[in-house]
């Protein structure tokens, strides 16, 4: 049974950083890429960004370059995202996702509040 | 990146109406189309993969077709439930994924 398990929801203040992890089980972690997405209150889905198997290479979307790291920690199935710089712009719910055997598999999501 | 283009933006209908919400990739993707229900604070539900398969679970009511740039989601008899926002995803592999515009059903 395919799991993406993410962290809880977080409040930050507006320049400050957020990291979001995402724990993965029930398929080969190291086999696939795991991508992150967006959606602001209102909005739909905007994809960030992802990172490979191996985790030694990563693909950003232009609007999230400089501002966002993806890294993964495959001793403990564990995928990050970090963002930095944050702005009101940033509230939203974060998912991680990742395609296995053309199935679509998302995390449960994790609601990042900017706010002062 | 490839763009979707989906349509209509919003879709007016009745319980038991037939509907039908169509996606244009900018490129051929081959199969790698999903559809998504979305409904608010809940996470994007897998309707359809890779462009005609039912996810497991959802209800034979729904399906999909088409391959390279045209696809479709059909919704045979639309129930209560139903009324939502769907959005259509392209996840051609090594290559960013793109979303549909969307689409809201609402009751006519």
């Known amino acids: 049974h395919v799991q993406l398990v993410q962290s809880g929801a977080e409040v930050k203040r507006p320049g400050a950083s957020v990291k979001v992890s995402c724990k993965a089980s029930?398929?080969?972690?190291?086999?696939?890429?795991i991508h992150w997405v967006r959606q602001a209150p209102g909005q739909g889905p905007e994809w960030m960004g992802n990172?490979?198997?191996?985790?030694?290479?990563?693909e950003y979307a232009q609007k999230f370059q400089g501002r966002v790291t993806m890294t993964r920690d495959t001793s403990t199935s564990t995928i990050y995202m970090e963002m930095r710089s944050l702005t009101s712009e940033d509230t939203a719910i974060y998912y991680c996702?990742?395609?296995?055997?053309?199935?679509?598999?998302w995390g449960q999501g994790t609601l990042v509040t900017v706010s002062s | 990146d490839i763009q979707m283009t989906q349509s209509p933006s919003t879709l007016s209908a009745s319980m038991g109406d037939r509907v039908n919400i169509t996606c244009r990739a900018s490129q051929s993707i081959s199969r790698w189309l999903a559809w998504y229900q979305l409904k608010p604070g809940k996470a994007p539900k897998l309707l359809i993969y890779k462009a005609s398969s039912l996810d497991s679970g959802v209800p034979a009511r729904f399906s999909g077709s088409g391959s390279e740039t045209d696809f479709t989601l059909t919704i045979s008899s639309l129930q209560p439930d139903d009324f939502a926002t769907y959005y259509c995803q392209q996840y051609n592999l090594f290559s960013p994924w793109t979303f549909g515009q969307g689409t809201r059903v609402e009751i006519k």
């Open positions: 996702a990742g395609p296995s055997a053309g199935v679509v598999y």
């Open positions: 029930g398929f080969p972690f190291s086999s696939y890429y």
């Open positions: 990172i490979n198997p191996s985790g030694s290479s990563t």
